[in-house]
């Protein structure tokens, strides 16, 4: 008798309880000032800079999260409404831009700095300091593997020496830079590389071996230009140029190291920024100190003139890509600035 | 006479060989560990300070910190802990001292074991269907808590049931027969007696849970996070209007935004160091947290079984 009696009460007392659990924290969270921005990889080290910045010049007051789950794992999240800021490290895409209109997301795109991509050298490499685009499609493409092993295949008057090759793991935002703006479409390449996420090892590789080449970031290289050689690149496509290009911050920005140098962007969500003043607070912080914090954490900025124009683009709150779902590749920051007043 | 000799000296002669064999491997498999830890605290310890341990992660090597990552995996672990042991210790009762053996029984019985053997992404993906996006609980500690709650479940089962089956089956009939209850048969001896066994796979199954990574990154855990899940009844932050809007509820941490030890120690190993901005050893330091609340948890589970080892004796 006391068990059956007993029983109900105790589930009414835990659903309760349940209840309580479930109810209580939504509503703190509501009143909480979290500014969610999630995102590429690339971008990472800017934005948490910035937001380190920012975190400790409010005192606490407003909350700032950032993860990395790729620029295109961030996209999907920014055009479900879960973020205020998504970091980016290409134009958004077609699918994507159509994505976030079914749901209703406006968003403001502010290029925020250059990234580019080195192509490295071990340092007793004598031959191969300059390479054309072409010769890295060669030794890049799909059709290269298993074939193209020695570097006497890509150009006849370098040794008859296998090829140790390294690159960027392929969930990376590297990867498909590199092999959209080499090998012409993105994501296509040739799988018998050592691929790693972790640029130390990529580093490393190089290092250790005569006859390797590999790729990542120019951050990554700036910082350990000691140990490597860089290659220039010359593209037959390049407005400015047809000799080799160094990898550069001064090429980067005038436009000549191409197609291996990409603007970064973040892209706001404008009902976050309309509707919460700790979104715009941080955005505005965002942009009043990315110049220096970029050069910091060995980004490449933009010019200062390209951080006005990025500047009065937010003040205007002007939405929309003005890529229309293209790539960014070989694009000047010119041409960006020039699209962007129109 | 001669062939029983020589039977015998073979004998020996491979029961020797055997122990030099597992010997040898034995000390081969202390020493890569051994190593691995000892060159993990060489280059971890020295960065352990206070600083460490009360920072936010920042982008100068020097100045970051571990605190929101320990404090992360510590309730993290809390709430696995309340979740998985309690439901895996009752399932593991009933399925070996209640259930009828019939073809149902059964069908969990292979279901329990081969998903212990399933990777850990599998379980980060259902997470992210059913936990965050279905019961709209966010990417919070809670999701992540009973997603490695859903991990070690089966591992937590398992070990409930071994060390059921191992108390003899007439300490049973004896408390029968003395008229005891099936609760009462359970409650004041299968447990107690089971403890220890059952304490070794708890511990086991947390152990593997606080190194998890995988399905943490797949339900949306953080890399850079600086501040704290609000404590029980600390105060809310003042609204626009200055005035106090009252305190966090009991339970509001667990609806908290989180990153873990793990996690943290990934983005630290990959993210490019400079020279004097070399983040290696804050991925060090916080690989020695690691180990020691994983050593703490062992540290726990041998004084349980101890502690019950002394009271029961049959």
């Known amino acids: ?342 | 006479m001669h062939d029983l000799d020589r039977i015998i000296r073979r004998g020996r002669r491979n029961d020797r060989l055997f122990n030099v064999l597992g010997a040898t491997l034995a000390v081969v498999c202390l020493t890569v560990l051994g190593v691995l830890v000892a060159q993990l605290l060489i280059a971890g310890i020295p960065r352990i300070d206070w600083q460490f341990l009360t920072s936010f992660p920042s982008r100068k090597a020097a100045r970051a910190g571990a605190l929101s990552a320990w404090v992360g995996s510590l309730l993290v672990m809390l709430i696995t802990a309340s979740t998985a042991i309690p439901l895996g210790i009752a399932a593991g009762i009933y399925l070996e001292e209640y259930a009828r053996k019939n073809w149902f029984t059964n069908l969990i019985e292979i279901n329990i074991a081969n998903l212990a053997g399933v990777p850990s992404i599998i379980y980060g993906l259902m997470a992210l269907g059913l936990l965050v996006y279905q019961f709209r609980l966010g990417q919070s500690i809670l999701t992540a808590g009973l997603t490695l709650g859903f991990l070690i479940l089966p591992v937590v089962i398992v070990a409930t049931r071994e060390s059921l089956r191992a108390i003899p089956q007439y300490m049973r009939e004896a408390a029968y027969a003395l008229g005891a209850t099936r609760l009462q048969v359970v409650r004041h001896h299968l447990l107690p007696y089971s403890a220890g066994g059952i304490a070794t796979g708890v511990i086991i199954a947390m152990s593997r849970a606080i190194g998890e990574t995988a399905p943490l990154v797949t339900i949306g855990a953080l890399t850079y996070i600086a501040f704290l899940p609000p404590a029980p009844f600390s105060p809310l932050p003042a609204g626009p209007d200055g005035a106090s809007p009252g305190m966090y509820g009991p339970f509001a941490w667990i609806m908290s935004p989180f990153t873990v030890l793990p996690i943290q120690m990934f983005a630290w190993v990959s993210r490019p160091s400079s020279p004097g901005n070399d983040f290696a050893p804050n991925a060090a330091a916080a690989g020695v947290i690691l180990i020691v609340f994983t050593l703490g948890l062992n540290a726990a589970a041998i004084f349980v079984r101890q502690r019950v080892r002394r009271r029961v004796k049959w």
Not at chain 1, 61 to 87: A, M, P, Q, Y
Not at chain 1, 273 to 291: C, G, H, S, W
Not at chain 1, 333 to 341: A, G, H
């Open chain 1, 1 to 342: 008798m006391t068990r059956m009696s007993s029983g109900p009460r105790t589930w009414l007392t835990s659903l309760a309880l349940l209840a309580g659990v479930m109810a209580g924290p939504a509503h703190a969270v509501a009143q909480d000032k979290v500014v969610k921005i999630d995102g590429s990889s690339t971008v990472y080290p800017i934005t948490e800079a910035v937001a380190e910045e920012f975190q400790s010049e409010s005192k606490g007051s407003i909350k700032v999260t950032v993860g990395i789950s790729g620029t295109g794992g961030g996209f999907k999240k920014f055009c479900r409404g879960e973020l205020d800021i998504s970091n980016a490290s290409r134009p958004i895409k077609k699918e994507e831009i159509e994505e976030c209109a079914k749901n209703g997301i406006e968003y403001i795109e502010l290029p925020i700095a250059f990234d580019a991509l080195t192509v490295v050298i071990n340092k007793q490499n004598t031959w191969a300091a300059n390479m054309t685009v072409a010769e890295l499609k060669k030794l890049w493409e799909p059709e290269a593997q298993g074939k193209i092993t020695k570097w006497n295949q890509i150009n006849p008057a370098w040794p008859d020496a296998k090829i140790d090759l390294f690159g960027a793991g392929t969930d990376s935002g590297t990867f498909e830079y590199f092999t959209e703006a080499v090998v012409g479409k993105a994501k296509s390449s040739r799988g018998d590389y050592t691929a790693s996420e972790d640029d130390n090892t990529l580093v490393k590789g190089v290092e250790g071996s005569r006859n390797a080449l590999g790729y990542f970031g120019m951050a990554y290289y700036l910082t350990h230009k000691d140990k490597l050689a860089a290659v220039s690149v010359a593209w037959d496509k390049n407005k400015a140029t047809k000799d080799p290009v160094a990898p550069n911050a001064e090429n980067v920005i005038n436009g000549s190291y191409a197609p291996l140098s990409r603007p970064l962007f973040i892209y706001v969500n404008k009902k976050s920024l309309e509707t919460r003043p700790e979104v715009k607070q941080f955005a505005k912080f965002y942009l009043d100190n990315i110049k220096s914090l970029v050069e910091e954490v060995n980004y490449v900025p933009l010019p200062d003139e390209a951080y006005t124009a990025v500047r009065a683009r937010f003040e205007k709150q002007q939405t929309g890509s003005v890529f229309g779902g293209e790539g960014a590749i070989g694009v000047k920051i010119e041409d960006i600035l020039k699209r962007e007043t129109k």
